[in-house]
Nanobody, 127 residues
Framework: QLQLVESGGGLAQPGGSLTLSCAAS????????VGWFRQAPGKEREGVSS????????SILTSVKDRFTISRDNAKNTIYLKMNSLKPEDTAAYYC????????????????????WGQGTQVTVSA
């Protein structure tokens, strides 16, 4: 069974940090573009960051640029999202997703292009 399982969410204070992990099982992330998305209550899901299948390229949502960093460890079949300088507006359910990379440099922040999704992990930023 193909699965993506997120972990690492929780409560953080403004200015704090969290690192989300997404572990794949039932398939290898090699050859897959992966991404992180988030959805706040009452808002549409938005792409946060994406990384190429070989880890050489990244795309990032402007509002989190210089604060969030996506990475991947193909040996561990896991992707990460390091989040620094958290703000209350970062509060959302965060999801990881994977899609077969049509080219080695494929990147996308468009949710409908992704085939596999995790169940989400909640991040709440509050004092």
């Amino acid at each position: 069974q193909l699965q993506l399982v997120e972990s690492g969410g929780g409560l953080a204070q403004p200015g704090g940090s969290l690192t989300l992990s997404c572990a794949a099982s039932g398939f290898s992330l090699d050859g897959y573009t992966v991404g992180w998305f988030r959805q706040a209550p009452g808002k549409e899901r938005e792409g946060v960051s994406s990384i190429t299948s070989d880890g050489s390229g990244r795309s990032i949502l402007t509002s989190v640029k210089d604060r969030f960093t996506i990475s991947r460890d193909n040996a561990k079949n896991t992707i990460y999202l390091k989040m620094n300088s958290l703000k209350p507006e970062d509060t959302a359910a965060y999801y990881c997703a994977a899609m077969r990379a049509v080219t080695p440099g494929a990147l996308s922040l468009i949710s409908r292009q992704y085939e596999y999704w995790g169940q989400g992990t909640q991040v709440t930023v509050s004092a």
